[in-house]
Every structure is written in structure tokens, then in C-alpha cells.
T-cell receptor, first 115, second 111 residues
């Protein structure tokens, strides 16, 4: 079974609204989680690093005020896409390394469609 | 800046063929390289992880090799099956657990 779970797997929202995606580590505690984005027929690009107890670290070109990340606990990170635009439509996927850093697990991903 | 590319971008073969997927990276200072499988609209499944001290790893019909000096890794799939159809991604780490992914190879194996 999955050790990192994402929810929802698919979501459709209207332009201008906000949508939240959750990433949970099920069998271990993750002080760090990573959020990636994948546009159609493109590879995955790291958006940000979610840090439990501190602010997220964003990659260059990613708007921190648009993509809000909250690492609420040692097993949960959330990505909120604020004021969504159709250009934000993408596949969002999270990953979490195990505490000893020897394995990185990925969530199942979330398809976001903004209409 | 590390760049990871994969060749070919797409591949369509009849089942039974042995396949070679290529991954190239520009910065050889990596401590491992990982191969993933991604089914359409799904998450990632880790296939093989090769440490920098290793030259290859095997899992069933899959064999991955790593040549750091030349900045290359290959994923060899023996006796391909329709169930192998997916996108295959290689990835190298930077800053510990962050990953830079390759451009991917979309594989289709037809009966």
C-alpha cells in the first residue's frame, strides 16, 4: 500500500478560487516534504521544499504567495493554490524522504484543472 | 546547473524486444541516480537506485548501469511486455533529497 498519500487525486476548480492539496506520510514522520509540478508531456519540476516547523523554501520562479505551503505536522504538508488560473492546471505530486534519508516515497499525485 | 536528458523521448516496440533507455546528466558530482516508472496520470514508482560507488543494479528484468565519468546511465529492459508501457524517468539528487528529473522516455510495448 501507499506510504505517502495525496488527496484529492483530481480536482476541478473555477478561476479565482483556491484549492488545497494534502500530502500525508502514512508510516513514518517526515520533517521535510517536496512538492513537484508536471505539465503535460513534460518532466517533473521541483516547486518547493516543505519544512515542518518553519517556512517552506521555494525554487526560483515559483511564487510563494500563490502556492502556499503549510507543514502542519510531521505527517502532513498542504499545498494551496490561491487565485487559481487555467495556467495552473497541472499534475502536482509530493514526495517525502524517510527519517534516515535512504528512501524517498512519492504520493499518487493530484490532477488540478482550473476552468 | 545540473541538466538531465533522456533519449529517446518516445519508443514503441513489439513485445519481447530488449530495450535500452538512456539518461545523461551534465554534472557528474552525484551520489546516486534513480530510475522511476510513471503510469499515465499516476504517481511515481521507484524502480532502481544506483549509488555512485556502484556500476549497476538489477531487479528482475530491469538492469540499470551508471557511468559517472561520462555522465550516463542506461536502463535495460529485457523481454519487454505490454505491461511495461509507461513513462520512465531518471533522476539525480541535489541538496540531499531534492531530485532533478530527466525529460522522460514514453514507452509503448504492443502485443
Amino acid at each position: 500500500g501507499a506510504v505517502v498519500s495525496q488527496h484529492p487525486s483530481r480536482v476541478i476548480c473555477k478561476s479565482g478560487t483556491s484549492v488545497k492539496i494534502e500530502c500525508r506520510s502514512l508510516d513514518f514522520q517526515a520533517t521535510t516534504m517536496f512538492w513537484y509540478r508536471q505539465f503535460p508531456k513534460q518532466s517533473l519540476m521541483l516547486m518547493a521544499t516543505s519544512n515542518e516547523g518553519s517556512k517552506a523554501t521555494y525554487e526560483q520562479g515559483v511564487e510563494k504567495d500563490k502556492f502556499l505551503i503549510n507543514h502542519a505536522s510531521l505527517t502532513l504538508s498542504t499545498l494551496t493554490v490561491t487565485s487559481a488560473h487555467p495556467e495552473d492546471s497541472s499534475f502536482y505530486i509530493c514526495s517525502a524522504p524517510t527519517p534516515f534519508g535512504n528512501t524517498i516515497y512519492f504520493g499518487e499525485g493530484s490532477w488540478l484543472t482550473v476552468v | 546547473k545540473q541538466e538531465v536528458t533522456q533519449i529517446p523521448a518516445a519508443l514503441s516496440v513489439p513485445e519481447g524486444e530488449n530495450l535500452v533507455l538512456n539518461c545523461s546528466f551534465t554534472d557528474s558530482a552525484i551520489y546516486n541516480l534513480q530510475w522511476f516508472r510513471q503510469d499515465p496520470g499516476k504517481g511515481l514508482t521507484s524502480l532502481l537506485l544506483i549509488q555512485s560507488s556502484q556500476r549497476e543494479q538489477t531487479s528482475g528484468r530491469l538492469n540499470a548501469s551508471l557511468d559517472k565519468s561520462s555522465g550516463r546511465s542506461t536502463l535495460y529492459i529485457a523481454a519487454s511486455q505490454p505491461g511495461d508501457s509507461a513513462t520512465y524517468l531518471c533522476a539525480v539528487p541535489y541538496n540531499t533529497d531534492k531530485l532533478i528529473f530527466g525529460t522522460g522516455t514514453r514507452l509503448q510495448v504492443f502485443p
